[in-house]
């Protein structure tokens, strides 16, 4: 298994905002407990005052913005060589407990990558994406993706599917062997908005060239009114965002795209 990849997820998982959280009410509560009472009410004191924060505003969107409107949405498209839907979209966990494909929030990337198939009848479908847990990477699911793209109408032979990569580098490498030449293009990268930059930089580093960028699954909101407390769905939604601005960080800082907001990929 990538070592990467193992690193990555083990860092998140005390790196995350809902981890944090509880590690600083954990710690003002055990300085509490132990006569530590001003560092104690005063961590207690900043976590208890971010969930509130948190309850009222949605301050996910604040970091989400800037990258969902970093690309147009519904691009100009000219005979595209192949549509590429990028996985995040499945929920492998259901699936496996009740046998047939279930989607996430993130549904729109299959929804709309197969409405742009059935407008461009001579492109190819890439299905790019397996499991991103620890557990072993199966060609299991490429059956059900097959037989749904086919319940829509699209022949078979236009589906390439590969369900090995654990995270967007590796969908990016792994499907070049899908494809003759990953230079000759164009190619329609299906993502959701907010991830895009990290996967069109991934595909760039990889040596992909005409990449068409198509962000879907637009979830920022332009409102800002108040609303009533909702801590557990903007905890998750921060969650997510911070998520992709440090995964943005590390893919640059360790050479995995080749700049650190790329909208274009550069020419060899």
Known sequence: MDL??????????????????????????LSLLRGYKRTGTWLMRTALSFCFLLSTLPLGDLLLQPLERAFPAKPEINDPKAIIILGGWEDHFAKVKAGVIRTNEGAERVLEGLRLAKLHPNAKIIFSGGRN?????????SNEIRQLVQDYGIAGDRILIETQSRNTVQNAKMSRSLVNSPQDGPWVLVTSAFHMYRSLGSFCAAGWREIIPYPVDLRSSKTREFRRPRFAEHMNVLNVRVHEWIGLIIYRWTGRTQSFLQNVCEAN
């Open 133 to 141: 847990d620890f557990r072993p990477p199966s060609d299991g699911f």
């Open 4 to 29: 990467f990849f193992i690193l990555s997820k083990v860092l998140w998982a005390l790196a995350s905002p809902d981890m944090l959280l509880l590690l600083i009410l954990a710690i003002g509560l």
